[in-house]
């Protein structure tokens, strides 16, 4: 017989969380820790001028990597010079004519940012406030804030997909503490307090390569990434870690065996602490060039669009070497 999940509110309950650390109005969590002083120390980062744009492509011919449950993005063109060949349309005076496109997606369905009212248990959303607030809209904890304040400040590549010797991790693989901590040693770098971590698996390459069975395998959703653990969920509170990013749909490992729950970051991290989850990142690139040059820190900027009463929102982020 299947096992019995733990429910979240017994698992968490003496867990670290942020609620009320910035006032009983916070929207943007753990992002309150990323001041002007943390932009500064970030485009210190900055010795070459190279930039990594991480998204991925959207609404590509072949299908875009998405979470199981949602559809892909439809892009349709309005208007383009068939209109005109057609008759349909006439250039404007002067002898301008234009193409414009519809676009119909989930707003999580490419490279994207949560907003922190994207996920919830217990029902409160982050910060206390009432997951009714989430009805028709979010009006609380929406992507609107995080949009308006900016993801922005020293980012640190953690190469796990290298530390282990793999072009991907597998299925379900953890990454623990250690192995946060082993990378970073590997790599000769430090992981500072309000570092943005970038956690490459190597997975969304699976994507690319292999279609839809190389990340569902078996039709399996069971990414790797960040496992849960109460060592791990302590280790992100005591280093003030305002966001995350990775090369995987949901940010972290999907199935915790042993309390049989999903997800669980984002209950401990997200809902918990107000760590801003960044899905979908391209980061091969990137990585490729910091284990050329052996600089695997840079200013990160991730720019949500200011979708009002959004639960996401898609990403184009930069890491500026
Ligand atoms: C869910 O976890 C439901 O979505 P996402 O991976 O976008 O956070």
Redesign the pocket.
Known sequence: MAKKPVDFTELLKDAPKNWGRWGADDEIGALNFLTSAEVLRGARSIKSGKVFMLGVPLAHPKGDPL?PSRSQPIRTMAMDKGFYLSGLAQPMPGGIEYADDVIVMYL?GTT?Y?ALG??WYGDKLYNGYDTKTTIGGLQKCSIEPIANHGVVGRGILLDIARLKGKPSLDANEPITVADLEAAAARQQCTIEKHDILLIRTGWLKRFYDSGFQGIFPNGEFKEPGLAYSPEMVNWFHRMEIPSIGTDT???EQTMHEESGTV?AL?AALLHDQGVI?N?IDWLEDLAADCEADGQYTFLFVGAPLKVVRGA?SPVNPAAIK
Do not use: R
Request: glycine share 8%.
């Open positions: 979470y999580q994207q949560d994207h996920v749909i949901a940010s997800i984002h989850f899905e996401g």
